[in-house]
């Protein structure tokens, strides 16, 4: 398996626009979550999906933040529109179930200009 | 809210000497697991203890889990310049979904 991908894994972008960071989870995992990585406050859970449907949306920061898992083998988290200080590395990791070990995909470093 | 606190922040020490990280946490868990960054990486799991075990191994690893003091710590042994990496703890609690995580412990192995 390739274990988890994600798209870009760069991401440039100026103040007011949209970002979409895209994600495919390991095969046959059923749980999905979104990490922001930050000097300043560390790792942080955005949301998390079981079975495609999102479970906890508590960490998303504000409403300009949002998140799909439209089948088991995709996931995007939207940003619209984009300021600095959402910038950032973007995890996206996945697990067999709730509470297993998760596999952590590269991540994607935003940078809102 | 911060729910793991590692400790110490940074470790410096020299290949073949053992590394000891401690983490803190305050509320009840299913499980406790450890991660290791490396820069510019995502998190690799190490090992995963479970509220009802005391001690686990892996290869180099010790953990180690105390549930009445909420705490634990990862032994790293006879480390290699390989290990320099940030190190994380992060708690399943109970009722919560997804793990919290640490801010880290940055392991610096000198060659």
């Known amino acids: 398996d390739a274990g988890v991908i994600q798209s870009p894994r760069h991401e440039v972008t100026e103040m007011g626009q949209e970002v979409t960071l895209r994600c495919k989870p390991i095969s046959g995992h059923n749980s999905l979550f979104w990490y922001r990585q930050t000097m300043m406050r560390g790792l942080e859970l955005l949301i998390y999906f079981n079975n495609n449907v999102p479970i906890d949306d508590s960490g998303m920061p504000e409403d300009r933040f949002s998140a799909k898992m439209p089948n088991a083998s995709f996931s995007t988290l939207k940003i619209q529109p984009s300021e600095p200080r959402d910038s950032a590395v973007y995890f996206c990791?996945?697990?067999?179930?709730?509470?297993?070990?998760?596999?952590f995909g590269p991540g994607t470093r935003l940078t809102v200009l | 809210s911060q729910q793991g606190e590692e400790d110490p922040q940074a470790l410096s020490i020299q290949e073949g000497e053992n590394a000891t990280m401690n983490c803190s946490y305050k509320?009840?868990?299913?499980?406790l697991q450890w991660y290791r960054q490396n820069s510019g990486r995502g998190l690799v799991h190490l090992i995963l203890?479970?509220?009802?075990?005391r001690e686990k191994h892996s290869g180099r690893l010790r953990v180690t889990l105390d549930t009445s003091k909420k705490s634990s710590s990862l032994l790293i042994t006879a480390s290699r310049a390989a290990d320099t990496a940030s190190y994380f703890c992060?708690?399943?609690?109970?009722?919560?979904?997804?793990?919290?995580f640490g801010k880290g412990t940055h392991l610096i192995i000198q060659p």
């Open positions: 992060a708690t399943e609690s109970r009722g919560a979904d997804g793990l919290t």
């Open positions: 990791a996945s697990s067999l179930e709730r509470g297993d070990e998760q596999f």
């Open positions: 203890i479970r509220s009802n075990e």
């Open positions: 509320t009840s868990i299913n499980n």
